[in-house]
Nanobody, 119 residues
Framework: QVHLVESGGGLVQAGGSLRLSCSVS????????MGWFRQAPGKEREIVAS????????YYAEAVNGRFTISRDNAKNVVYLQMNSLKPEDTAVYYC????????????WGQGTQVTVSS
């Protein structure tokens, strides 16, 4: 059974930064692609960023490109999302996921962590 636990969410003022972490257990972490998704109230869940197994290839949604950075530490089984220059529209529940082979949909999910950006 795969288990993902996110941490690092919270309340921050616009322009501030947060770093989310996702600890993964239960399978070979270093062999899978990982992603961060978010879901704002009344909106569908959307992918924010993804990273391949080695960390050598990343993807960012247009809305966060240049502000967010995804990274991973395969020795610690952790994936990170560094979020800078946060905007009120970044407010959402953020989820990490083990990705399917399509690199855009999640196979296993964490419980989510709330990020709230005040104006």
């Amino acid at each position: 059974q795969v288990h993902l636990v996110e941490s690092g969410g919270g309340l921050v003022q616009a322009g501030g930064s947060l770093r989310l972490s996702c600890s993964v257990s239960g399978r070979t972490f270093s062999s899978v692609a990982m992603g961060w998704f978010r879901q704002a109230p009344g909106k569908e869940r959307e992918i924010v960023a993804s990273i391949n197994w080695s960390g050598g290839s990343t993807y960012y949604a247009e809305a966060v490109n240049g502000r967010f950075t995804i990274s991973r530490d395969n020795a610690k089984n952790v994936v990170y999302l560094q979020m800078n220059s946060l905007k009120p529209e970044d407010t959402a529940v953020y989820y990490c996921a083990v990705l399917n082979m399509d690199y855009v949909t999640g196979r296993y999910w964490g419980q989510g962590t709330q990020v709230t950006v005040s104006s």
